[in-house]
């Protein structure tokens, strides 16, 4: 199973576009399947081992879509005595305003508009983190963000997506054809699919992309992660259950 990815043919999400009805439904679609179809527990995993009651800490979301994840985050945050800073970055403006709407209660997230492959910032982030976009991006591309991300962190990097798979064929056509049957998400997420890297891929994306010492799991369902934690020799041990809690 090939992956197939044709630059000349981006999801439909990616293609400019003013605020519709369909880009709406499509981000709230991509929210609920973050929610219950395990993006936010697998971030939530992280942060329970990464950041302390009482601490203070800058993060860098890249490919940010609506901003479901820095909000989860900060929501996250707040239970726990923990301070936290989000910059998020998307490419696109119509996506980013719909973010914006929505984050009007997290003052603690500030958006930004930006090319993760080349973005750059003045100062270097505590985690730097990465969910379900490497898949948009050619091997090349995928290369360039992922020395990005860790030229960004002084500390953590967290990278996040598909895994191609039979059973995320089958797991996201049936999801598709049941719960998630708005038109540009049945496009973009089959599409998804194919266009994702297998387990052994995305492992050589990170040694090609110099990462030294990371650590690389599957999740449940369908998902694999890439991260650095740069204080650490061994990559840090995680608890394999996820915390699927709103």
């Known amino acids: 199973m090939n992956r197939e990815f044709n630059p000349d043919e981006p ?5 400019p576009q003013p605020i519709s009805p369909e880009l709406e439904d499509d981000l709230q679609s991509l929210r609920r399947l973050n929610r219950y179809f395990g993006s936010y527990g697998l971030v939530r995993t992280f942060l329970r081992c990464w950041f302390r009651p009482g601490g203070t800490y800058r993060v860098l979301d ?12 900060v929501d ?6 923990v301070s936290l800073k989000v910059d998020a970055v998307d490419f696109h403006p119509s996506t980013l305003e719909i973010a914006r709407n929505l984050s009007r209660d997290y003052p603690e997230i500030t958006y930004m508009r930006g090319d993760i492959r080349t973005f750059e910032e003045q100062t270097t982030y505590d985690l730097v983190h990465c969910s379900l976009a ?8 995928a290369l360039k963000i992922l020395r990005r991300m860790n030229d960004l962190s002084h500390d953590k990097v967290l990278v996040a997506d598909l895994e191609r798979s039979f059973f995320t064929t089958w797991s996201v056509y049936l999801l598709t054809c049941t719960f998630f049957r708005a038109p ?24 090609d992309a110099g990462w030294g010492g990371f650590g690389h799991r599957r999740f449940i369902p369908a998902r694999q992660a890439l991260w650095l934690h ?16 709103t």
């Open 230 to 245: 740069k204080r650490e020799i061994v990559p840090v041990s995680l608890n394999p259950a996820l915390d699927f809690a």
């Open 134 to 141: 490497l898949h948009h991006f050619s091997e090349l591309d």
């Open 184 to 207: 540009m998400t049945v496009h973009d997420a089959r599409l998804s699919t194919r266009r994702a890297f297998s387990f052994r891929e995305f492992e050589s994306l990170a040694c």
């Open 11 to 15: 999801e439909l999400m990616d293609r």
């Open 76 to 81: 996250w945050a707040r239970k726990r005595s």
């Open 62 to 73: 890249l490919a940010t879509g609506s901003g479901d994840i820095p909000r989860m985050m």
